[in-house]
């Protein structure tokens, strides 16, 4: 489980978030949704350790992100937007290499290399330099890193972007199937992707939580892109009608 509470960030006088809260439960597929600059990326480099926050919480499986964070690394993955791979080592040396950064043993990680590269599928190209992989397997590989210490959160910004038709449909079967004894939160402005693979959502504009509901209750007799658009159009309009009555 995921837990944020009222979490806020300045970036000198620029606030990206404020009073962000929400939560994602295990088996749980959450949509992180917002325009690009909306606060996305921030919100998620702040729950996984990557960055503090200026002000507020954040929990997972229990575990306090500021005051535990070493608990928290062991329990969760995460695929940024630019996965952190290095091109001239082989598939299975980089994630070896991850693995044991993450505290896995020698045999831990043969044992955990296997089952991600069947998983992510890339065992046909595990003696591969990474830089020589397609976009595609690449992303693959950024997921296998995620994955290779068998945690319980799974936290993906943007981990379809740039890939061609089947690949995307690859990696969303992949999400599927890796959400089922996991909590996944997965970032990203592709509304369709969330249609199809999230049973949560939580949308975030100009740095500020506006819905967070069950995608079924949302979206009664509406798609999510007119969901979408009147909850973002609903916040400008408040913000405007706050500023003109000052």
């Known amino acids: ?45 702040i ?8 002000e507020g919480t954040a929990t997972v ?20 937007e630019n996965p952190p791979l290095y091109r001239d080592m082989t598939v299975a040396s980089y994630l070896k290499f991850v693995g044991r950064i993450k505290g896995l043993t020698r045999k831990q990680t043969t044992g955990a290399l296997e089952e991600v590269l069947e998983s992510c599928s890339l065992t046909a190209v595990a003696s591969r330099l990474v830089g020589h992989l397609s976009k595609g397997y690449r992303q693959r590989v950024g997921l296998a890193q995620a994955l290779i210490h068998n ?23 992949l999400i599927r199937e890796l959400s089922v004894d996991r909590t996944v939160i997965l970032s990203t402005h592709i509304l369709p992707e969330v ?11 100009e740095g ?19 969901v979408f658009l009147r909850y973002i ?9 706050g500023s003109q009555s000052l």
């Open 61 to 80: 499986e229990g575990f306090d992100v500021f005051k535990e964070p070493h608990e928290v690394h062991r329990r969760i993955g995460y695929l940024p």
């Open 208 to 226: 500020r939580i506006v819905v967070e509901s069950n995608l079924r209750d949302l979206t009664q007799g509406l798609s999510l892109e007119e």
């Open 151 to 173: 945690p319980p959160v799974l936290i993906l910004d943007e981990p379809t972007l740039g890939l061609d038709p089947k690949q995307i449909i690859e990696i969303r079967s």
């Open 1 to 45: 489980m995921v837990a944020a509470s009222r979490l806020t960030k300045y970036y000198g006088d620029f606030r990206a978030i404020q009073d962000v809260s929400f939560t994602a439960e295990k088996g749980e597929i959450l949509g992180f949704l917002g325009p690009n600059g909306a606060g996305k990326t921030t919100t998620l480099r």
């Open 195 to 205: 249609s199809q693979i999230c049973n949560k959502v939580v949308i975030i504009n």
């Open 233 to 241: 159009s609903r916040e400008s309009e408040d913000k405007e009608t």
């Open 47 to 54: 729950i996984t350790g990557f960055m503090p926050a200026t």
